[in-house]
Structures are given as C-alpha cells and as structure tokens.
C-alpha cells in the first residue's frame, strides 16, 4: 500500500514538514507507519492546515499510545485527553524555557500532538533541540561521564504553588498533583526504545540535580547541559499559522515557547501520549 506523503526536512538536526495527509483520518496503515519511521527519523514533524477538533486530535495521537490526563492544567471537558495552554495577560506562560513535557512522571510521554488554535499577531513561535545532536557534539570523555549519572526530576520546578494558588480550589488541586508526583529519578542520557540512540534527558523545566554529584558540581553540570542543548545548530524553529500541527518525539528532544506575544493571546491544544521508563 502506497502513501500521498511528501515530507520536507527542515534542518539537519530535527524537523520535517509532512504535507499530503489530513490528520483528521482516516488514515490507513502505511501512513501511519510512515509517520512513525518520520518520527523516528527527523523527531518534530510539521504539518500545515489541519483543522483538527478535539475528539480528532485525540483520536490521532492514540494511534501511537495511551494517552495522558494532565495534573494541572485545564482540559477539554469533553475531551480530557486535550489540555488546553491559554495564555495572556492574566494566565502568563509558564514554558518559556527548554524542557521536555512531563517528566516528573515514571514513564514521561512519548510523544505529544500540539494543535495551533488561536495566535497572536506576530511572535509566540516554538523551537525545538535535539536531545541526539546534543548528546552527540560532547566530548567521549563528557559522554562517559554522563552514561552513569541519575537526576532529579521535580514536579514543582514547573508548576510552583504560588502560581496555583489563585483560589482554595486551584490551591487544592495543586497540593493533591504534587503528593502524587513526588520528585524522582531518571537517566542523565536515556537510550531510544526504538532506535538505540543516547540523548541527553535533563532539562530546565524539571530537572532540579545530578544524584551522584556534590551540589555545587550538579549545579555547574546542569548549567552547562543546559545551556549546550539550547546552543542553534540542535534547533528547529516553527512560525506557527491557525491549524498547525505539530507532533514530536518527547523521549529525545526538548522545546520552548517563545513568550513574546503580550498582551496578545495564543491558545494551544496538546495531546500526549504515554511513554515508557527511561533507561
């Protein structure tokens, strides 16, 4: 069975756009496994004109997993698996600085499926790093060194409570997300389930020290990390248009939303899709 897809690298690190396919299905089996191999290949794929409603884009991402329900964040009512990211002047973002979505969890997503539904007149585009081209541009010497380290992953680095805690029941709601996810522990480098690569898994949303180290050297390490996973020729940059789709591998990159928009608006819909325990 053959497909209609064109796919379009976008950079050498990361980023495709794929064009060809309505996301709002049917689809049938060869386009799904060519979006699969194109994941796995080029780690952000992009996708123009999809006017995708809830139930549709969460009908998509599950054909690559279960999906996950956010702890915090408000959703679709009728439409759990779909949260929703409104922001403006009176719900400032909170991810404008590199991370990888929820790993404050034992099995962070797979991936995620962010739909484009309201945008401000200029700006509020997103990057995205290879955690890969990253991990690859060390020294052996680094490499080795990281291969054995563990870090902390925090629920509350992201989410503070002094940003939940607007009223009793936003306050509540955060105390009963953040007893469930207590930090723990992931691999400083993860291997691909799938393709075997090593990446760098620490980020600035949510990793708040390297287990092994004294403090003051986890500190340093950490802001080197995080620093060199940011440096340009890891990146990919999207200019996002109304009914973008944008669907990436969470196990190995990071992204970033440029929070340049204000007092404009831009609201976006994510579906994420469970993954597996790093190792």
Excluded at 33 to 44: F, G, N, S, W
Excluded at 49 to 68: I, S, W
Excluded at 110 to 131: E, I, Q, R
Excluded at 181 to 189: I, Q, R
């Amino acid at each position: 069975m053959t497909t209609s897809l064109h796919i379009t690298r976008l950079g050498p690190a990361l980023g495709a756009m794929v064009e060809g396919v309505q996301l709002a299905g049917p689809l049938n089996a060869a386009e799904l496994a060519e979006l699969q191999a194109a994941l796995l290949r080029y780690q952000v794929l992009f996708f123009r004109n999809q006017p995708l409603n809830p139930e549709q884009q969460r009908n998509f991402a599950r054909h690559f997993g279960d999906l996950h329900i956010h702890p915090i964040y408000p959703n679709v009512p009728e439409t759990p698996e779909v949260l929703v990211l409104d922001t403006h002047d009176g719900n400032l973002p909170d991810n404008d600085n590199w991370h990888t979505d929820v790993t404050f969890i034992q099995t962070p997503p797979l991936g995620a499926v962010l739909a484009a539904k309201h945008l401000p007149p200029t700006g509020g585009d997103t990057l995205w790093a290879s955690g890969t081209a990253a991990f690859a541009a060390l020294s052996p010497q680094l490499q080795a060194l990281l291969n054995g380290l563990t870090a902390t992953h925090d629920f509350a680095k992201s989410f503070p409570e002094n940003r939940h805690n607007a009223t009793e029941a936003a306050l509540a709601q955060w105390h009963a997300s953040r007893a469930k996810h207590p930090p723990l522990s992931h691999p400083v480098v993860r291997t691909h389930p799938q393709t075997g690569q090593k990446a760098l898994f620490v980020n600035e949303g949510f990793t708040t020290r390297i287990n092994e180290l004294p403090a003051k050297e986890s500190d340093a390490l950490l802001a080197f990390l995080f620093a060199h996973v940011a440096r340009p020729e890891f990146t990919v940059r999207w200019r996002w248009q109304e009914n973008d789709v944008a669907f990436w591998d969470n196990r190995i990159t990071q992204h970033y939303a440029v929070a340049d928009y204000l007092p404009h608006r831009r609201i976006m819909h994510r579906a994420t899709i469970l993954g597996d325990k790093p190792y």
